[in-house]
């Protein structure tokens, strides 16, 4: 069975700075996608960025990038020049390479940007 | 904006009693997922429907079942509520996969509260 952890249930970051949390996984499968999600205080989750286990480059989307260690199962995010409006709840999650799109998430972290 | 709705947004039962949670997917999508989400919680997944047939299911009771539409909306049906049964249920929305796409929408969620 896929597990998902994150180890830090809270962060912080002053406005403009960058905050980096981790998440790490386990599985014995392959093929698989790796993803963050931002849920915010409206409760809807809302995909940052995601990752193929088979492309060796590491995604990136504007200020969010991330930095996959497939050998480590470790899968961090990376929030550069951060605002205000990146204050939420961050989600790390995992989905095997089947025929359904089942996630399997993490504890979550919580984000708070400082002006 | 997603395109994903639920209804309704929030919910009270009473223990023993049963309910029915919505979900319209958006335009063009035609699988659906449930998850519950515990408060504190990362989501858990409950099952997931594709052109109308259950398509994977993760390890909640059978008193939670569910119907996908020919329009490709959904319901999820929890029978005998129990308190621990009090979370928020998310819906989420997909493409089939076989044509590539991993990417799910979330609806804003159904708080269910069982007193």
């Known amino acids: 069975a896929q597990t998902v952890t994150q180890s830090q249930p809270e962060m912080s970051v002053q406005e403009a700075e960058t905050v980096t949390l981790s998440c790490t996984y386990d599985?014995?499968?392959?093929?698989?996608?790796l993803f963050w999600y931002k849920q915010p205080p409206s409760r809807q989750m809302i995909l940052v960025i995601r990752q193929e286990a088979y492309k060796q480059q590491n995604a990136t989307e504007n200020r969010f990038s991330v930095n996959f260690q497939k050998a480590a199962k470790s899968f961090s995010l990376k929030i550069s020049d951060s605002q205000l409006g990146d204050t939420a709840m961050y989600f790390c999650?995992?989905?095997?390479?089947?025929?359904?799109?089942?996630?399997?998430f993490g504890t979550g972290t919580r984000l708070q940007v400082f002006p | 904006e997603t395109g994903v709705t639920q209804s309704p947004t929030h919910l009270i039962k009473t223990r023993g009693q049963q309910v029915t949670l919505r979900c319209s997917s958006q335009s063009g999508h035609n699988t659906v997922s449930w998850y519950q989400q515990a408060l504190g919680q990362g989501p858990q997944f409950i099952f997931q429907?594709?052109?109308?047939?259950?398509?994977g299911r993760g390890n909640f009771p059978p008193r939670f079942s569910g119907l996908q539409f020919p329009n490709y909306s959904s319901e999820l049906n929890v029978n005998a509520l129990e308190l621990d049964d009090s979370a928020l249920y998310l819906c989420a929305s997909s493409r089939n996969r076989d044509r590539g796409n991993t990417e799910a929408f979330f609806g804003q969620g159904t708080r269910l509260t069982v007193v």
């Open positions: 999650a995992f989905m095997k390479h089947d025929n359904t799109d089942k996630l399997i």
């Open positions: 429907y594709y052109r109308e047939e259950e398509n």
């Open positions: 599985t014995s499968e392959s093929n698989y996608y």
